[in-house]
């Protein structure tokens, strides 16, 4: 594997390497949505409002996240990866820390919404860097290993949540996030040089509308698009059913839970590693197909056997590690993909695909938590819906990339 050498700078930057700086980067989100749900109901007594209302700080943040992507990825690459990066740590590490001091649930509001705005802003670069650096069968590798790194984070921020809760209160959940913050600027400002080109031509604001224009008009970008959105859609109807599904329906233990909720984690970086096997006979394209045929079949199952009374825990939760754990074969691929055609603007992209992306999991939440039905049909008709329309985008989108026998380097 060759070193690359990145865009005015004499350091050289290995795929792996790569991976790492930015898997630590996206990192961010992960732990400052998952860390502080176990103290929830002590940050809602804390600041004397309902757990409710408290719950409403998540929205919040998904919706500031999404705006700090808008706004970043295009401020990216008119000035720079770096700039924007370290702009966007300094906020987020400056919010968690007002965080701490909160005492209102509006203080809360707030203070989530500008944490998110910073965090957008800087995660929003990691897959930029990615296609600054590599092209191709290459830049699928580098996502592909970036993701199955950042899989851990999910798994273990309600642990330190909880051990941070314990220790001390809610308040050092997000002085943990402060100094995360810290750790990323400082591994940021000193191992990571500038990877956009100085060559690429900087947008105006009026260029970056245009720009933003060109994605949504772009046939075979928005058949990516859709393929993660939906994708993501359909594996946060699964996370914002799972606790009644599997221990209230189904009668899972809740020392079980987190058991069986993390097997999709490893079936996730399975698919990943068969991803970087299959990578080097099989286009991004070919196996972007697999896991979303993969997928489709998997809703099918789920929703046969909730029909025909079969569903029990034994039956459901393979179909459901099958369902979400092909994100290895999906995400990565569609990600690399969509950027082949955006080079020239590849944080613009991105950060539409990371709006597009977060909004379509929030309302597969919505839908799925909206009608308080007590069994499994919300859940698996909106994975089998957002499936469906996942593989209806890329056939009818992206059309003859899926099969193409050569990719280009």
Not at 129 to 142: L, N, P, W
Not at 208 to 233: D, K, P, Q, W
Not at 374 to 383: D, R, Y
């Amino acid at each position: 594997m060759k070193p690359t050498v990145t865009p005015g700078s004499t350091l050289t930057l290995s795929s792996r390497r790569v991976a790492l700086l930015v898997a630590a980067n996206t990192a961010l989100a992960p732990f400052a949505i998952d860390a502080y749900l176990p103290a929830m109901p002590a940050l809602a007594a804390s600041i004397g409002a309902s757990i409710h209302h408290t719950e409403l700080s998540i929205s919040l943040f998904l919706l500031g996240f999404a705006i700090g992507q808008l706004t970043g990825g295009p401020l990216s690459d008119r000035v720079g990866r770096k700039p924007v990066l370290l702009v966007g740590l300094t906020v987020f590490l400056l919010a968690s820390l007002a965080i701490t001091q909160v005492s209102s649930l509006h203080g809360l509001w707030a203070w989530r919404f500008v944490q998110a705005l910073g965090g957008g802003a800087c995660v929003v670069n990691s897959a930029a860097i990615v296609r600054d650096c590599f092209s191709g069968r290459e830049a699928a590798k580098v996502m592909s290993t970036m993701a199955m790194i950042l899989m851990l984070a999910p798994l273990a921020a309600p642990a330190v949540g909880s051990v941070m809760l314990y220790l001390a209160g809610w308040w050092l959940i997000f002085v943990f996030l402060a100094v995360y913050a810290a750790f990323l600027l400082w591994l940021m400002g000193t191992r990571l040089p500038e990877t956009r080109s100085p060559d690429q031509p900087s947008a105006s604001p009026r260029q970056v509308l245009a720009n933003y224009a060109s994605v949504f008009r772009h046939r075979e970008g928005m058949g990516y698009i859709c393929s993660v959105a939906m994708t993501f859609a359909g594996m946060f109807a699964f996370i914002t059913a799972s606790p009644f599904i599997y221990m209230q329906h189904y009668g899972l233990s809740p020392a079980m839970y987190p058991v069986v909720f993390g097997a999709n984690v490893v079936v996730m970086a399975s698919s990943n590693r068969l991803n970087i096997h299959l990578m080097r006979w099989r286009t991004p394209q070919q196996n972007l197909r697999l896991g979303l045929s993969i997928q489709l079949t998997a809703a099918l199952i789920l929703v046969l056997l909730v029909a025909s009374g079969l569903d029990s825990i034994y039956t459901v939760v393979p179909g459901i590690m099958l369902f979400v754990g092909v994100v290895g074969l999906i995400t990565p691929n569609a990600i690399s993909s969509l950027l082949e055609h955006f080079s020239h603007m590849s944080a613009t992209a991105t950060a539409l695909l990371g709006s597009i992306q977060f909004t379509c999991g929030a309302l597969a939440g919505v839908l799925v938590g909206a009608f308080e039905i007590e069994n499994p049909w919300p859940m698996v008709l909106t994975m089998l819906t957002v499936s469906l329309i996942g593989n209806i985008a890329a056939r009818r989108l992206i059309g003859r990339e899926l099969d193409k026998p050569v990719l280009s380097t």
